[in-house]
């Protein structure tokens, strides 16, 4: 694997429907040779993932809207501008808090894992809240470990 450089346009790039959300892959595994991936996120208002936990490092930029964010123990109001790191093995979450417009975030993670997990999910999640029993083994199989 090589490092490759990459250029989207606005609306370009692969994009998946993610349990309500939208998660557009920016900068994937293939083209970092593992090092790290972004993609952008858009959250409709209290949607995001419940409490969970991965060995591997993730970043959050808000571009748009408010984010209700939940480090460890720590919860806040993270609004456009705002940037969150959580280390490797971290247990966090996040909900969109805003509707219009509606959260819109970057987020990266290195070493990069997230695009594969983000095409099983869009695969396998149809309809929620009934696939939602599907979430802890697709997380499973990519190493990321659902809390409740």
């Not at 606005?10 to 998660?23: A, K, M, R």
């Not at 995001?48 to 720590?74: I, N, S």
């Not at 969109?96 to 396998?124: C, K, Q, W, Y």
């Amino acid at each position: 694997m090589s490092k490759q450089s990459v250029v989207l346009r606005s609306g370009e790039g692969e994009q998946l429907s993610v349990t309500g959300g939208i998660v557009r892959l920016l900068c994937e595994a293939d083209k970092t040779d593992s090092a790290w991936s972004v993609l952008e996120c858009v959250l409709p208002e209290k949607s995001g993932p419940p409490p969970h936990e991965h060995p591997w490092d993730e970043a959050y930029y808000v571009v748009d809207g408010e984010v209700r964010f939940t480090l460890g123990d720590k919860e806040m109001l993270v609004k456009k501008g705002d940037f969150v790191y959580a280390p490797g093995g971290t247990v966090h979450a996040f909900q969109s808090a805003t509707s219009n417009p509606p959260a819109r975030m970057l987020i990266f993670d290195a070493p990069a894992h997230a695009g594969d997990f983000f095409r099983d999910v869009d695969r396998e999640v149809k309809e929620m809240p009934r696939d939602a029993v599907k979430m802890p083994e697709i997380g499973a199989r990519h190493g990321i470990r659902f809390i409740r």
